[in-house]
C-alpha cells in the first residue's frame, strides 16, 4: 500500500466552502496532504463497482471528525 500514498511537502493554500463537511467557517486556510490514491487503467465494456472511503481524523482544530464511504457504479459501453 504504501507506493500508493502521496504527502504534500508543503502546506497549500485551500478555502472552504460555505456549509462544508468539516463543519469549520468558510474561507482560506493552509492545508496538507496524505493519503492513499489509486489510478485505474482503462476499464473494459461492461458494468463495474468502485468502492472508496476517507476519514478525517481532527487535522482541522475544532472540526469534528468524520468518514466517506463511496460507491460507484458504472457502465462501461
Known sequence: MEKYRVTSTRLFNFTFAKDNIAGVPPG?????LDGWFAYLKPLPAGNHIIRFGCAEVGSTPG?????VDATYHLTIG
Open 63 to 67: 472540526a469534528p471528525p468524520y468518514a
Open 28 to 32: 482560506p486556510t493552509a492545508r496538507a
